[in-house]
Every structure is written in C-alpha cells, then in structure tokens.
C-alpha cells in the first residue's frame, strides 16, 4: 500500500458500523509508521588531499598546540604571585591573563570577552557559514585527531571497512586495542591539560604523577578524559547533528549572500558515469563517483543542497577537484558560491559576492563597539578600590561633649602586583575626625600585594559643627590614597546624628 492509498476507502469500506461514518484520514505519527529510534550509520571518511584539507591540518596543529602548550608558559607578575599566564584561580578568587588580572567583582570583563567571541562568531557565519564548525570548533579537531588515530592504527577508508568485517581474531584486536588505547591517551592528556588551567602547571603535573594531588583534581581529570574519549572517538558526527544547538541557530544568521559550500547541479547535471572516449556533450561534468560522500566526516552528500549536517570543512572541494583534474574537466564543480550566485548562475548571468551587507555592517559594527569599551575598561581599570560598611547598630553615638560618632568598616582592595601603603581621608564633612581603630602609627595602611585589607574606622564629628546641619544624616566622601603614586579612589557614605 502506498501513502495516498490510505486515503482512498473502497465504498464497501465507508462505514465504521452500518450508520457510522468512517473517515478518510490518516495518522501522522501512525504506530506502524513510527520508529522512535534510527539506528547510527558509521562513518568512514577517507583522507582527503587539497588546500582545505592543508588548512584544516594547520588549524588542528595551531590550536591543539595552544590548548597543551598555554599552561605551561610563564608570565612574570612579581614575587607574591604565580608566574602562570593564563590561570583560573578558584580558591582566591581571580583570573590571570597575561598581563590582566580580573577580580570577582570585574567579571564583566568576562562578560566582554565572551560578546566579543559570539559577535565574531555570527559575522564568521554570516560571511561564510559554518566555518567555526568546520575549522575551529573542539568537536571538529579533536574528532580530526581521533580519526588520524584510527586511520594510522587502521588505514584508510577502504582499510578500515575490511577490518571492521572480519572475525575477530589476533590481527583485529591489537588494531582495535591499540585505537581506542591512543584515544584514551589522548583523552588522558586533554583532560590533564584543562586541569592545568585551574592550577599551576608544573606543582599539579608533580603531584599527579606522585598520587599527592587534590582529589578533585582527579575527579575532573577523569571527568575530562571520559568526555573526551566519548566525544571525540565515539559520538563523533552525533554530537553536531543531535547534541549541538548551533547548526539550528546558524541558519538565522544566513542570507541570499552567504558563501556556502554548494554543488553546482546547473554544471553538473545530470550526473552519470563517463566512458573513455564519450562526448560530455548535453551531459553534466558530475560522473557521480561519489568522492565527495567518502570524505565527508559528516556522511552526507552535499548535491542534495545545504543540509543541517554540513559543517562547511571544505573536504568535498579538494575530493571533487581532484576528481576533475583527473577527468579533464574544470574545477569547483563543489566550490563556496552563494545562494544568490547560484542562482544568476543558473539564469546566465555573472554576479559579485556581497561581503559588506547590512547584517555584516551590523556585526562589525558592534564588535568594534564593544571592543572600544573593553579598551575604555581596560585603560580606566583603578588599581586600587575601596568599599565602606556602616555599623547599623548603633547608628551613631553621642558623645559625652556632644560631639557624634560614627563606625565603619572599610575594605581596601590592592590590585598593584607589589604593596602598597595608603591614607584615608574624608571630603564633604566639615570638621570630621577620621581615627583608624588599631594603628597607633603614622595613621597609614599597609596592604600586601594582590590583597584585601579591612580596617575598622571612626569618624567623629564635633559639636561644633553640627550646629549648622539641619539634616540627620549627611552625604560625604571617604578617600584611599597611594602614599607614593598619588592614586585614588573614593566612596560615598552616610553620616548619621
């Protein structure tokens, strides 16, 4: 029975019970039809040979080479602090990058960083689609790499098809044993390797090694080299095509004008195969050898059109190129043409790719925006702050002379990577007597380097000049000063009576 016949209802048929119409509809999601499963169809790409695959190599290299080697560099900061230039320091609270140290109360520097990472994303994907994904994308190299693996272990394509129909026997264990055993490696030392960013490098190496590091070290080392190995050596393509949310995103940010990865039917159609000697006369240039689906390591055949699955690697290019080098035919049947482009193509008529755009316009336009004011932030950033406390019982006290008093707590925040001594001093109270509890000295204070110090503070207001103030509490400044520098900053607080 086809579809449409379930639809048709012989006359016989009509009535569900004499009087009782039976009708003609049928389930969408009927249980004979539904299949709440599909099982997975490996994948085995073969290695291909072209400019992309290049490219996707030197990417792979460049950025495994900063994720394993960024830890291990040295940044100096001074003699109190670590010497790690990129390290997140849960337990005390801040961030280092290279020559930037951001503080809890800072993160919208974070913040910055990532608008600036997802704005660069959206104009990446309105220029040329998926290209994050293809290139740079974890997913995408660390699967690359896994695939080197197995393919070194296993060989290629054709190679590793014949293995995986053999018995298993002595020959096919060792290949199998060994792939998944270089995996875990691999999975082993992205894990150490994220960890390593948590704490510094070199002492974490040791006391791994050793058996005499946190146990939470080891509890995420195996989280990460689990994730890892799952990710990269097994889901693979499943990840992109159910896991991921951005080929379900990405598409709102494609146009008429997005360089895409296309094959171009009005050239290759209709495909078929070539015999040596025949005319490609009133024939397509595409001999439907299929190269282009082998070295996808996505599955797919891109002269279906643009899929969801596509992840924009360019590979089907370098296949399909080779094959029409060898057949005498002209390159980039699979090239990176836009919509548009095909479709003047297909018209007879030439067009230019459109890269300034009112989306790319909008795009590069805020990320210049919100890269000046992280510069702004950045270049304006105190490196000292202050914050004030005041007792709220009592408020105030009333001295015996008649004079007020009021308590605070004031926190001094040293972001310079050496100690620093600092006055305290008030503005917009006239008369005001500042007494730091417990600094019998020259009334200065001293915080180390990178830290926070609280001190308790008094500021006294005598009777004298309390006469004049009509209000019961008065608005005023509390100033930190650096003794050498000069460098301040100030607070407002309330004076109470």
């Avoid at 997140?88 to 609270?93: C, F, K, S």
């Avoid at 969801?308 to 060898?326: G, K, V």
């Avoid at 008030?426 to 001293?446: K, S």
Wanted: charged residues 20%; aromatic residues 10%; glycine residues 8%.
């Amino acid at each position: 029975m086809t579809p449409t016949d379930a639809y048709i209802i012989p006359a016989t048929h009509r009535e569900a019970a004499p009087g009782v119409v039976r009708h003609n509809v049928a389930a969408v999601n009927s249980a004979e039809e539904r299949r709440l499963y599909a099982d997975r169809q490996r994948i085995y790409p073969k290695l291909a040979h072209g400019r992309f695959r290049r490219l996707k190599w030197l990417v792979m290299g460049v950025t495994l080479g900063i994720y394993y080697g960024l830890p291990w560099l040295r940044w100096h900061r001074g003699p109190d602090l670590p010497d790690q230039a990129v390290l997140l320091d849960i337990a005390n609270n801040r961030f280092f990058f290279f020559f930037l140290e951001i503080w809890p109360q800072e993160f919208y520097f974070v913040t910055g960083l990532l608008v600036l990472a997802a704005l660069t994303l959206f104009l990446l994907t309105s220029l040329a689609g998926r290209v994050w994904c293809g290139y740079a994308c974890p997913q995408t190299v660390w699967t690359d790499l896994m695939v080197l693996v197995e393919r070194f272990w296993q060989g290629d394509r054709n190679a590793r098809l014949r293995l995986d129909k053999e018995k298993w026997g002595a020959r096919k264990l060792c290949k199998k044993a060994m792939t998944h055993a270089s995996w875990l490696l691999i999975a082993a030392l992205t894990g150490g390797a994220l960890v390593f960013y948590f704490r510094d490098a070199p002492t974490l190496a040791v006391e791994l090694v050793t058996g005499s590091a946190p146990a939470i070290a080891y509890m995420f080392l195996g989280i990460f080299t689990a994730s890892t190995y799952l990710l990269g050596g097994i889901a693979r393509e499943q990840v992109c095509i159910y896991m991921c949310p951005w080929p379900r995103i990405q598409g709102a940010m494609v146009d008429q004008d997005t360089l895409l990865i296309s094959y171009r039917d009005q050239r290759g159609e209709p495909r078929g195969a070539h015999k040596k000697g025949q005319s490609w006369d009133h024939r397509g240039d595409c001999i439907d050898c299929k190269a282009c689906v082998a070295v996808c390591p996505m599955g797919i055949d891109i002269r279906d059109g643009s899929q969801l699955e596509c992840i924009q690697c360019a590979l089907c290019i370098d296949a399909c190129n080779d094959i029409m080098s060898r057949i005498g035919r002209p390159r980039n049947l699979i090239a990176y043409d836009t919509i548009a482009g095909r479709q003047a193509a297909a018209n007879g008529l030439d067009s230019n790719v459109r890269l300034l755009r009112t989306r790319t316009l909008l795009y590069g336009g805020l990320i210049a925006l919100v890269a000046v004011i992280m510069l702004a932030a950045v270049l304006l950033r105190s490196t000292v702050e202050i914050n004030i406390l005041h007792d709220r019982n009592p408020p105030f006290v009333l001295l015996s002379d008649g004079g007020v008093r009021n308590a605070y707590t004031v926190k001094i925040l040293n972001k310079m990577h050496e100690p620093r001594v600092f006055s305290l001093s008030t503005q917009g109270l006239p008369g005001a007597l500042l007494t730091i509890v417990g600094n019998n000295g020259d009334g200065n204070i001293r915080v180390g380097t990178d830290d926070l110090r609280e001190v308790r503070v008094l500021v006294t207001v005598p009777v004298s000049y309390l006469a004049p103030q009509a209000r019961t509490a008065t608005t005023f400044a509390m100033i930190v000063t650096d003794v050498e520098s000069r460098h301040s900053n100030e607070r407002t607080t309330l004076f109470q009576r």
